[in-house]
């Protein structure tokens, strides 16, 4: 938290916005890989390993197709760089991505299908160059989602009762999807100039890392819970110039679920997503669900979202606990809302038996234009015992919205200048009655 005499634009997203990348040795050497069709993975992998083992340099894949029949693990001091051209493409098939490994799924740890690209406890790793990766993640992972319920809660209930992590084993018949690109417990980590493709679940997933900069990625994955990119307890992150269409939620913030994420207690802390376009068929800005284990510091700025559910939105319930708080948002254009431009949702799928209501507070949103809103302006609905406060949003414009403000559970909300359906909301507005119940809206 800073000084009221200090601006956080300038003493934390200031250095934030130039934050150091990797320090990569000079170097490099070509990965010399098989033909179209044949498994180019062990040649990479012995590339990358004995540029590695020779103190760290740049990995050249050149153009062409490469198909990848398994996991590609980045190592210390080396980056891998994709020329113009280049495609690798992964198998799809879920047998070559075990056997299981570390990781954190939707905000729980397990030992499951391992991310397509990935590391383990490195510094100084990248992606870099014009290529492209394919996932391949509509092959068979896909299909998975209607049916991963029992595995899904099966693994929330480790969390739950504090199963150790090494008996969490997710293997071959169990349907958790990886994610495309996770690193882990890693640090200064460089994503940059990629196009991602097709991914089985999240996309980019760095869990427990910190100095981590996406720089001028594309997203172009429409697949179920294919977030664009979600920071998951992670220390000093930039995001800046990528393009993401993404089949939910665009930039997804996470800190972790429930009792798990209490056990890790590793917050995310200090994130800058700027000059970015967004198109998502879910959510645009987003900080939660899995927020448990807190985030605090965070700073979204001069971002384009096309058209999404909810564009600026804070969501956690009653089970995870956790706090959302010193959050900074200024220079959004949004062209459609569909359900919210603006929404502060404690309750967001609970199981309404929880005792952990989160808590979100200092929250500054600034020079938002928006042209439609389908039902709501602003929503902001907090938790009876833990209501939302200190919320300052100024030079709101929204052309057209069907209900402009709902507005309960809320302490210290002001409104400066903001002028919905042609109207300024009053500054300090009146907030609705405890018993008056929220509507059904799209999660």
Avoid at 384 to 400: F, G, H, M, T
Wanted: charged residues 25%; proline residues 7%; neutral net charge.
């Amino acid at each position: 938290m800073t000084s009221v005499h200090e601006d956080p634009w300038l003493t934390i997203a200031g250095p934030l916005a130039a934050l150091s990348g990797p320090r990569i040795p000079a170097g490099a050497m070509v990965a010399q890989l098989p033909g179209s069709g044949q498994d180019a993975l062990p040649a990479l992998r012995a590339t990358i390993e004995r540029c590695h083992a020779g103190g760290g340099g740049r990995v050249v894949v050149p153009p062409g197709e490469h198909l990848l029949r398994g996991p590609l693990v980045l190592l210390s001091r080396v980056e891998v760089h994709l020329e113009r051209g280049c495609t690798l493409r992964f198998s799809g098939e879920p047998a070559d991505f075990l056997p299981p490994v570390f990781q954190r799924w939707e905000g729980t740890e397990v030992m499951s299908h391992s991310p397509l690209i990935t590391a383990q406890g490195a510094t100084d790793i990248a992606l870099t160059g014009d290529g492209i990766i394919d996932g391949q993640g509509s092959r068979v992972f896909a299909g998975w989602q209607p049916h991963q319920g029992p595995h899904q809660e099966r693994l929330r209930a480790y969390g739950r009762d504090g199963v150790s992590v090494g008996q969490r084993v997710f293997g071959a018949g169990t349907l958790l999807r990886p994610s495309m690109f996770q690193p882990i417990s890693c640090e200064r980590v460089l994503l940059s100039g990629v196009t991602l493709r097709d991914a089985p679940f999240w996309v980019i997933h760095p869990t427990y890392c910190r100095q981590v900069i996406v720089r001028g990625v594309t997203v172009d994955s429409l697949n179920h819970n294919n977030d664009g990119c979600d920071p998951d307890s992670c220390e000093d992150v930039l995001v800046e110039d990528c393009t993401f269409s993404t089949g939910d939620d665009a930039m997804a913030i996470k800190a972790g679920r429930d009792a798990d994420a209490w056990r890790v207690a590793r917050p995310t802390r200090r994130v800058l997503v700027r000059n970015c376009r967004l198109n998502s068929r879910i959510n645009g800005l987003c900080i939660g669900s899995e927020m448990s284990g807190g985030v605090s510091e965070v700073f979204m700025q001069d971002c384009r979202i096309a058209s999404a559910a909810s564009v600026l939105y804070l969501k956690g319930n009653r089970d995870r606990g956790g706090a959302i708080e010193d959050v900074h948002m200024r220079r959004i254009e949004v062209g459609r809302a569909e359900v919210a431009v603006i929404r502060f949702e404690p309750n967001y799928k609970g199981r309404g038996a929880g005792r952990h209501p989160p808590a979100m507070r200092r929250v500054r949103i600034a020079d938002v234009r928006c042209r439609a809103a389908d039902a709501f302006g602003l929503f902001i609905d907090g938790d009876a015992e833990q209501p939302v406060e200190d919320v300052v949003l100024s030079r709101i414009v929204i052309d057209q919205a069907q209900q402009p403000l709902w507005l309960r559970h809320a302490r210290g909300v002001r409104c400066e200048q903001v002028l919905i359906n042609g109207a300024e909301i009053p500054v300090e507005p009146q907030t609705l009655p405890p018993e008056v119940e929220p509507p059904a809206m799209r999660q």
